[in-house]
């Protein structure tokens, strides 16, 4: 059978130079990362909604870039997978039962509460991603060590943008 027809039956099979285990285990590291992602960004967006306080103009806005950020590293980690003959994620089921970071759905959460708990989910987020790095090192995939090495920049500022968000005003006495 010709390469091109072997192809035809197997259309999502994107070729590559990986090895078939490398795919396998790339696409599984990646995709927990982006089932990750999804609730991180619904756990913020969720946040951003209700937030309420004194901070409340300045956490909204924090917010709402935060969201974006994580928003936007979803298709290209999609992407990626797909690029080296993975498939990705299909559903929202299928995020539920991978993602490793907690949901909350609180009534209410206080202010700084939302901060510490998502600069905690960051701190497991960037962890993820330095496990992940290690997987594709393994491998010899370049590309995708390249991309999450920005991404773990970009999760680095996002917790030391809430860590010091949510710390508590010292005062000085004077």
């Given at each position: 059978m010709s390469k091109v027809k072997e192809l035809q039956i197997r259309p999502l099979k994107t070729?590559?130079?990986?090895?078939?285990?490398?795919?396998?285990?790339?696409?599984a590291a990646m995709n927990a990362i982006l089932a990750d992602i999804?609730?991180?960004?619904?756990?913020?967006?969720?946040?951003?909604?209700?937030?309420s306080g004194p901070h409340f103009?300045?956490?909204?806005l924090l917010l709402d870039e935060q969201?974006?950020?994580l928003y936007a590293m979803t298709?290209?980690?999609?992407?990626?997978?797909?690029?080296?003959?993975g498939v990705t994620l299909h559903s929202i089921s299928q995020i539920s039962k991978m993602q490793r970071i907690s949901d909350n759905n609180a009534e209410y959460?206080?202010?700084?509460?939302?901060?510490?708990?998502?600069?905690?989910?960051?701190?497991?987020?960037a962890a993820e991603f330095r496990e992940a790095?290690?997987?594709?090192?393994?491998?010899?995939?370049?590309?995708?060590?390249?991309?999450?090495?920005?991404w773990i920049d970009e999760t680095?500022?996002?917790?030391?943008?809430?860590?010091?968000a949510c710390r508590e005003a010292k005062t000085s006495g004077h």
């Open positions: 070729p590559t130079d990986l090895s078939p285990e490398a795919t396998k285990d790339i696409s999804f609730a991180i960004y619904l756990k913020t967006k969720n946040f951003h909604w209700h937030m103009r300045d956490y909204h969201g974006e950020q298709d290209p980690i999609a992407e990626r997978v797909r690029k080296i003959g959460v206080e202010p700084l509460d939302m901060l510490a708990e998502l600069c905690e989910d960051n701190k497991l987020l790095h290690e997987v594709c090192s393994q491998y010899g995939d370049y590309s995708t060590t390249s991309l999450i090495e920005n680095e500022r996002r917790v030391w943008f809430l860590f010091e």
